[in-house]
């Protein structure tokens, strides 16, 4: 049966191999860095599909090639017709609120067979996930009866322009990795040591809180972050003292959250935003979420030293 | 000590401050971690690469975009907008509370409906202004109509963060299930982590309800 959950596994990661390609192809079209843009979804594609027979060696070698791309402005969004105002405000009108159907299906599909087990076991993250769209889309397709062209432009298109970014996470997990075999945690925990009380819970939750806010401040990501501060303070502070992991976890990085609302690094949602609502002074947003930040960082001590223990 | 082995993380800050291209700072930092800590380069290049590959999770978005593509075509912002439209006699505190409410099961269900260009620009502001005003009973002067901006931008962000982990596959999720996995912690499954991540969304809600309602009662008053 384990088996069986792998393969079911990586046959939703072959779909998402396909996605890619799906990119690679389209990118084809692309005006600027044709081939860069091609081969970076392709090989993005190649991952997904092939991780699990490839050598790991090889994957490493083709994670480089991918750096060396984006490093060198390869990697470039398509141009793609612009889209007919006119035509979606008519559809949106004829499908009325079916259209949130499979939005709504996604989700509530996941969130139930979180709760399934075959036997003992509990079904992989990806199974789940893949399951729900599988279903979504059928769904949208019975709903919509969607142009096939227009789908596969649309899909690459949103592939395109979230771009690159959104590997960080996962490449954030890689790094995480060699952190820990390089034995970085420890260097970290060793210097905190000398500095913290040992054995006192309530240090280790403010300074792994605290340093959560300030290096999403310095950063502007609360994903890198985590993996660095987890690593070196999270782990041996809080939960090896005995906090609940998930809870430790989920809070550590909502907490980083509040340092992205302190911070002008978190350009997209604090600057930028200034610029397109034409507000006079750049700093409005953030003294808008400065108090909120503030309360929520003191209600996320108190909620870790009371909830993961 | 053995604190040359940090620079991995100086690497990492200095890369995202100076905006220097992602990927490649992430990588470079791992490389030259492992490096100086005396991993050979095949050795970094397997763990990466198997890192990756076991991570593959993080990245099942992908599999999200077809639907996602087919909803945006079909009329799903349109949809969205013409619903909020409907709310007859609001205040501004009342336009960013059920803005909040909707941004926050859009972004725990992952549904991209939200963001500063999208909708807080063209939709949400124009909408808690006219309230605004109209409450007051006269136009809204230059320093008010920047703390409304500022709000109304607020809850956006707000909507967007802390409810967006209540989504078992959410990116945020994935990646704090993946590290404390990669670090023992088996038991940490993507929907623990979210479970644990309902009790911030809701005092974020109930807080960010306090914080508009303080901020329409200020912005009535006639002199600042």
């Keep these: 049966m384990a088996a069986f959950l792998d393969y079911a596994a990586e046959f939703i990661f072959i779909l998402c191999g396909f996605i890619s390609f799906n990119a690679a192809y389209r990118a084809l079209e692309n005006e600027n860095a044709k081939v860069g843009t091609t081969l970076f979804w392709s090989i993005l594609g190649v991952i997904f599909m092939f991780g699990k027979v490839l050598p790991y060696e090889v994957c490493g070698i083709l994670l480089l090639v991918m750096g ?65 769209c599988i279903l979504a889309l059928f769904t ?33 997990g890689a790094l995480g990795q060699v952190f820990t075999k390089a034995g970085v945690g420890d260097v970290i925990s060793t210097m905190m040591a ?25 950063m502007g990501n609360a994903f890198a972050a985590f993996s660095v501060i987890t690593v070196g303070i999270g782990i041996p502070f809080v939960i ?54 503030l309360l929520l960082i003191l209600i996320h001590i108190i909620l870790m030293l009371t909830l993961a223990f | ?16 401050v100076m905006k220097f291209d992602v990927l490649a700072t992430v990588l470079i930092a791992g490389f030259v971690t492992g490096l100086v800590s005396g991993l050979s380069f095949m050795e970094i290049l397997r763990i990466m690469g198997e890192s990756f590959v076991n991570n593959r999770l993080m990245s099942i978005f992908l599999v999200i975009f077809p639907v996602i593509a087919i909803i945006e075509r079909y009329g799903l912002k349109e949809r969205s907008a013409y619903l909020i439209g409907k709310i007859k006699n609001a205040s501004a505190a009342k336009v960013l509370a059920l803005y909040m409410i909707i941004r926050s099961i859009a972004s725990a269900a992952n549904i991209r409906i939200g963001g500063h260009v999208e909708f807080v620009r063209p939709l949400i502001l124009p909408m808690s202004e ?30 967007n963060f802390f409810a967006q982990n209540l989504f078992p596959a959410a990116s945020g999720v994935l990646l704090i299930q993946g590290a404390l996995a990669e ?27 306090v914080q508009v309602w303080l901020k329409d009662k200020k912005l009535r008053r006639r002199e600042e």
């Excluded at chain 1, 984006?70 to 979606?88: C, E, I, L, N, S």
């Excluded at chain 1, 500095?195 to 401040?217: D, K, Q, W």
């Design chain 1, 68 to 132: 060396g791309l984006t490093m060198t402005h390869q990697v470039q969004v398509g141009t793609f017709a612009p889209v007919d105002q006119k035509a979606r405000q008519q559809y949106s009108e004829k499908i009325g609120n079916k259209i949130f159907i499979p939005a709504v299906l996604v989700a509530v599909v996941a969130l139930i067979l979180s709760r399934v087990k075959l036997g003992e076991l509990a079904l992989p993250g990806a199974v789940m996930v893949g399951t729900g």
């Design chain 2, 183 to 209: 670090a023992g912690y088996g038991e940490v499954t993507i929907s623990s982590v979210a479970a644990a991540s309902i009790p911030v969304a809701i005092i974020v809600l109930c807080l960010s309800f």
């Design chain 1, 194 to 218: 000398g500095i913290l009380p040992e054995g006192s819970i309530f240090f280790g939750v403010v300074v792994y809180c605290l340093a959560m806010v300030i290096f999403t401040m310095i």
């Design chain 1, 240 to 293: 090896a003292q005995g906090g609940d992991a998930s809870v430790v976890g989920a809070l550590g990085m909502t907490c980083g959250y509040c340092g992205t609302l302190l911070t002008p690094m978190a350009a997209n949602f604090n600057i930028v935003p200034t610029a397109v609502l034409e507000t006079k002074d750049k700093w409005t947003i953030i003294k808008a979420q400065a108090p909120m930040a």
């Design chain 2, 1 to 16: 000590m053995d604190y040359i082995k940090l620079i991995g993380i100086v690497i990492i800050v200095a890369g995202f």
């Design chain 2, 130 to 159: 006219a309230a605004a005003e109209k409450a007051k009973g006269e136009p809204l002067n230059e320093k008010q109509r920047d703390t409304l901006k500022g709000m109304t931008a607020s809850i956006e962000n707000y909507g």
């Design chain 1, 140 to 172: 949208a397709m019975f709903i919509c009866r969607p142009n096939f062209q227009d789908t596969r432009h649309d899909t690459a298109r949103l592939l395109m322009q979230v771009g690159s970014a959104s590997l960080l996470p996962q490449l954030l």
